[in-house]
């Protein structure tokens, strides 16, 4: 009997143990899972933020001032605009003014 009270004394342990290693083990993933989902949340709010910025900037009025005043750039008018023909033969006569604007 007493051997049998031993070996169960000892399995006992044994799973005492593995008891205590897999509750360890279970809150440390779920450490690491709260950090993971705590790290989505503020990859999630940064893209967000990001996408609205990326709209902001793509507003076509920002572009425009953007090319005004960085770039010196005017929008284009009949009065500016000159208009490249071909001859027949595939050559290029010379630019012809736009109507009614100088060239």
Partial sequence: M????????AVLVICALLLVSTQYQAR???VDLEA???TTRKLEVEWSQLQLEQASLS???LID???RRELDM???SPARTEYITLAPRGTMTA???APGGAP
């Fill in 59 to 61: 507003k076509h009025a």
């Fill in 95 to 97: 630019p012809a003014s």
């Fill in 2 to 9: 007493t051997r049998v009270n031993a070996f169960l004394v």
């Fill in 65 to 67: 001032a953007a090319a």
């Fill in 28 to 30: 440390r993933l779920h």
């Fill in 74 to 76: 005017l929008p284009a």
């Fill in 36 to 38: 993971a989902q705590d």
